[in-house]
């Protein structure tokens, strides 16, 4: 009997390591392995660009490596201040660009050339197409001096449709530029964000809404007819913010000449309304000394006006004023 219950004491400990190292599952185990590859994939970039990690960083992000590959449970305090860690190090580049950007890497696509994120690849193909299109509608003999003189609703037909595509093409050019240099300067030092992908297409219809609204609906001054037009598509397409601005000024001067003679109208009320209470409280006075020469009158006939007669009138003079 003593060596049964010794056996069982035996078994005790070994089921409660057992438990200790059951398997990490389910959602923190996930958590856990992204944040180990969103370590691991630090280092490779700290390593690239010659940034010193931390021996002590380093070993730790490979036992927490080891630990999730056979589903053991990490550290997670030790396992965060290792990222927190290494996301200083790897400033401004983020652990989701840097993931990003290698996943892309190692996708064998079409013009892989022009680099591993597809949105600038596709960036860089429609400044070329825009490129090609002015230079080929320039050199196409419909767009001339006198093509160029005449506005948006002078011209008609094959001539109207060239110079449009000829100004959209412009404006094309100036905010391909600019999404081409944004992306670039994010791109170049690994901070680059897919979840702002989007945002370049949005602001590439908002250039060349803002090109065309600028080169033939505004009337600028910016010298010679003939590069007028296409300059100022090109300045509109490269900051659409500056047009946003000029129509937003626009706007608020219409506004002020309708707001000029809407605070004229509130000033006139307000100077009826001061008028009508200045009334009132003229009458109010008036009808307030009435009242005390009636008391005084009452006061002398019953023989007390010598007490109070001088300061009934004292008050009768500062009602009136």
């Known amino acids: 009997m003593e060596i049964d219950g010794n056996s069982e004491m035996d078994t005790d400990p070994a089921s409660d390591d057992e438990q200790v190292a059951e398997p990490v599952s389910g959602q923190a185990l996930e958590l856990q392995a992204s944040i180990v590859e969103d370590c691991v994939a630090m280092l490779d970039h700290a390593r690239f660009q010659g940034v010193a990690v931390p021996p002590a960083v380093l070993q730790s992000v490979v036992m927490s490596l080891d630990a999730i590959t056979v589903k053991k449970p990490v550290d997670a305090v030790r396992l965060m201040e290792d990222h927190n860690s290494l996301s200083e190090l790897v400033k401004p580049a983020t652990p989701r660009s840097i993931i990003y950007i290698k996943s892309q890497k190692a996708r064998q696509r079409f013009f892989k050339l022009l680099g591993p994120i597809p949105t600038i690849r596709y960036m860089v193909i429609v ?174 006939s019953s023989g007390d006006a010598d007490a109070f007669g001088p300061e009934f009138d004292k008050m009768i003079k500062k009602i009136i004023g």
């Open 127 to 300: 400044a070329i197409i825009s490129l090609s299109c002015f230079v080929i509608l320039a050199a196409s003999g419909e767009i001339n001096s006198e093509t160029m003189a005449k506005s948006f609703f002078d011209r008609t037909g094959y001539s109207e449709i060239v110079l449009s595509v000829f100004l959209l093409a412009s404006a094309a050019i100036g905010v391909s530029f600019a999404n081409l240099y944004k992306s670039f300067q994010y791109a170049i030092n690994g901070s680059y964000d897919p979840k702002y992908d989007a945002t370049y297409w949005i602001r590439f219809v908002l250039g060349l809404l803002a090109g065309l609204v600028l080169s033939e609906l505004l009337t600028l001054d910016v010298g010679d007819k003939m590069f007028q037009k296409p300059l100022l598509a090109l300045l509109g397409g490269f900051s659409a913010s500056a047009v946003f601005r000029i129509l937003n000024k626009m706007v608020e001067a219409v506004e002020s000449v309708f707001q000029g003679d809407k605070d004229a109208l509130v000033a006139g009320r307000e100077a009826e309304i001061k008028s009508r209470l200045e009334r009132q409280a003229a009458l109010q006075r008036v009808e307030l000394s009435k009242e005390l020469m009636e008391v005084r009158d009452r006061l002398k």
